[in-house]
Antibody
Framework: QVQVVQSGSEAKKPGASVQVSCKTSGYTFNSYYMHWVRQAPGQGLEWLGM????????RYAQKFQGRVTMTSDTSTSTVYMEMSSLRYEDTAVYYC????????????WGQGTLVTVSS | EIVLTQSPGTLSLSPGERAALSCRAS???????LAWYQQKPGQAPRLLIY???IRASGIPDRFSGSGSGTDFTLTISRLEPEDFAVYYCQQYRTSPYTFGQGTTLEI
């Protein structure tokens, strides 16, 4: 069965960078886009961008352009999201999510990674 | 950017009742590229409906979706205790793939 497992919680200072990993199994890694979504405490969902794991081609929400980089490692079926120049308002749970078969909606979600930005 | 507005913000109902949640897109999605998710506290969202009306794998048939263009509805025919949660709509027609602000379904 499809499994999506993310790395653990991170605590960072303002201005630092963070990398979150998302390891997948149970399907052909290259066949489905992976998306990243975040949720600030008590808030709604916000889409950061997406990556084609096979080609590493990525598309980012304009809000995060230049501050977020998504990469993939086909040898380990893992995708990564790195965010730089962290701000207090980047404190959130970050999710990776795989598309549903035959569509773009997000069916298989990681468990989430809490990133806390604090001085 | 497509803005999705969900209503109501909070819906108070009882088990066994019917729930209708609305999602309005501006501008129009011009398609049925809309999904609905359920989220419970401390959990990742769960895909319920995609393509506006296609139930995801394993989703009970009491959940149904309808609409196209600008107005979409998620209907839960008979509420079960486990259905009380937050529901989000999402469009994936145009990047950025935006979400609505959510509807809280409470007992």
């Amino acid at each position: 069965q499809v499994q999506v497992v993310q790395s653990g919680s991170e605590a960072k200072k303002p201005g630092a960078s963070v990398q979150v990993s998302c390891k997948t199994s149970g399907y052909t890694f290259n066949s489905y886009y992976m998306h990243w979504v975040r949720q600030a405490p008590g808030q709604g969902l916000e889409w950061l961008g997406m990556i084609n794991p096979g080609t590493s081609a990525a598309r980012y929400a304009q809000k995060f352009q230049g501050r977020v980089t998504m990469t993939s490692d086909t040898s380990t079926s893992t995708v990564y999201m790195e965010m730089s120049s962290l701000r207090y308002e980047d404190t959130a749970v970050y999710y990776c999510a795989r598309e549903v078969v035959g569509g773009t909606a997000f069916q298989h979600w990681g468990q989430g990674t809490l990133v806390t930005v604090s001085s | 950017e497509i803005v999705l507005t969900q209503s109501p913000g909070t819906l108070s109902l009882s088990p066994g009742e019917r729930a209708a949640l609305s999602c309005r897109a501006s501008p129009s999605i011009n398609s049925n590229y809309l999904a609905w998710y359920q989220q419970k506290p401390g959990q990742a969202p769960r895909l319920l409906i995609y393509g506006a009306s296609i139930r995801a794998s394993g989703i009970p048939d009491r959940f149904s979706g309808s609409g196209s263009g600008t107005d979409f509805t998620l209907t839960i025919s008979r509420l079960e205790p486990e259905d009380f949660a937050v529901y989000y709509c999402q469009q994936y027609r145009t990047s950025p793939y935006t979400f609505g602000q959510g509807t809280t379904l409470e007992i």
